[in-house]
């Protein structure tokens, strides 16, 4: 285990200011379940030992399915972390949520079928709780901290995260508006449920776009001037996340922490323990070491 306090998922932008500001060094890491997407950034940013992870890689060559999504959870949890603060553009299901706006998301719709969605798909029988997908402390203290900043942050919100890489229809996007998703995205799930079972506190912070297809643009713009117009507002909500991860960092105390993630193994694990397989034992790792007596 490393002395990193608090992994970071997101985009390469983050990454480059990282390196920028921190002076960052990319470490190799190796998992039992592969690569993580790119070498993770470590670095202390704002007094906090932090690994960051850009979700889709150098260059963004992973598509949402095919992103290395247990690698990047299993490293973090390899480096030390104990958090995970994520990020991710998405669609905005709601009129008041506004594209460039932040989102501290608070439950999820999961709508994806393509990808490994956990850690103990052989072996062993684990069945973690997710009534609340996201970390109830790692959201409270995001939002506090977006209350000290000039930011509009929405306090809660349904994500629905599809399989992709094709956005939606637009009778898929009125239809998840009727299922009560806030956002859409295509990245919060598995990353969630692996936090959970790595017994990482998880938050993600949705970076609104545009509003989706279930919203006609007005004046029936070109293709052209939507694309800078979403690019516009990415950059605009990735500048505001940082704004609001750095202010999360200076204020972060994580002896206040009151939610039972870092024990979701402990009645989760329905197993025998001690007729775990050797190959079993090894490849799960730090997972499930402090259960095994």
Not at 178 to 194: H, Q, R
């Amino acid at each position: 285990m490393g002395d990193v306090e608090i992994g970071i998922i997101g985009g390469t932008g983050l990454g480059d200011i990282l390196l920028k500001e921190a002076g960052g060094t990319p470490t190799e890491v190796d998992t039992p379940f592969g690569r993580p997407s790119c070498p993770p950034i470590i670095a202390t940013w704002e007094g906090r030992r932090v690994a960051f992870v850009a979700r889709h890689g150098a260059g963004h060559t992973f598509n949402p399915t095919n992103v290395p999504y247990r690698a990047n959870i299993y490293a973090l949890k390899q480096l030390g972390a104990a958090a995970v603060i994520a990020s991710g553009a998405t669609g905005s299901l709601r009129e008041n949520i506004h594209p460039g706006e932040l989102v501290v998301c608070d439950q999820v719709i999961d709508r994806t079928s393509r990808r490994s969605s956990t850690f103990f798909d052989e072996g062993l029988a684990v069945h973690v709780e997710l009534a609340d997908p996201f970390c109830p402390t790692l959201r409270r203290d995001l939002v506090a901290a977006a209350a000290q900043l000039d930011l509009t942050t929405h306090d809660g919100g349904t994500y629905v995260c599809m399989e992709g890489p094709q956005f939606s229809t637009r009778a898929e996007s009125h239809l998840h508006r009727a299922w009560g998703g806030d956002v859409i995205g295509m990245t919060a799930m598995p990353e969630a449920k692996l936090a959970r079972e790595a017994e990482l506190c998880y938050a993600l912070v949705a970076l609104p776009t545009d509003y989706d297809c279930w919203r006609p643009h007005p004046g029936d713009p070109p293709h052209d001037a939507l694309l800078r117009e979403i690019l516009g507002n990415l950059k605009l909500a990735s500048q505001r996340a940082l704004t609001l991860i750095r202010q999360f960092l200076r204020v972060y105390n994580p002896s206040s922490r009151t939610c039972g993630c870092g024990s979701a193994l402990k009645l989760a694990i329905w197993s025998d323990l001690n007729g775990l397989a050797p190959a079993v034992r090894q490849r799960l790792g730090s997972l499930v070491e402090r259960y095994i007596s």
